[in-house]
């Protein structure tokens, strides 16, 4: 495989992260009612993430789009508070560094939007997700923080930015 290129979401870039999202969080179980692959946003990615203090990065690789993540004002949450959103990445995407590649495009983005914390909520189960985010600062909390409507989910973090 070639290199992997990390850049913000374009709007050719809709069908094929609502395709990585389709086929990675079924993978792991989550695809039942209360996860983000039932967000309306998944088909139109792009202009969720045209939002004001918003963001979506695409890995590419070979001109194919292999993952991606984002990050967002956190639904019912204080103002500075972001969540890392549907950073979901096909298995090719896996062990090459393109998780922490994007996390970190997306934890300076929060940054620069004047955000002091970030949010995430995932699941049993996605473990090496959940290493990525330890490795990378995030704490674990006891309980879901804002209104994301993702009540499926069942491990949260937090981080200080």
């Not at 990615?45 to 993952?67: E, K, N, W």
């Not at 090496?128 to 499926?152: C, D, E, I, W």
């Amino acid at each position: 495989m070639s290199e992997f290129v990390i850049r913000p979401i374009e709007p050719r870039d809709d069908a094929a992260v609502a395709g990585v999202i389709r086929a990675v969080m079924p993978e792991f179980g989550a695809d039942g009612p209360g996860f983000a692959i039932h967000d309306a946003e998944v088909d139109n990615m792009h202009a969720a993430y045209t939002q004001p203090r918003s963001a979506y990065f695409v890995v590419q690789c070979d001109g194919i789009v292999l993952g991606g993540g984002g990050v967002a004002q956190l639904e019912g949450a204080a103002e500075d508070v972001c969540e890392l959103r549907k950073m979901y990445f096909l298995p090719q995407a896996r062990g090459i560094g393109a998780g922490a590649a994007v996390m970190r495009h997306c934890l300076d983005a929060a940054r620069g939007f004047g955000f002091k914390r970030c949010y995430l909520e995932t699941l049993t189960g996605m473990d090496a997700a959940q290493s990525l985010y330890r490795k990378h600062g995030f704490v674990p909390l006891n309980a879901p923080m804002g209104g994301t409507g993702h009540f499926s989910c069942d491990r949260f973090f937090i981080l200080d930015l």
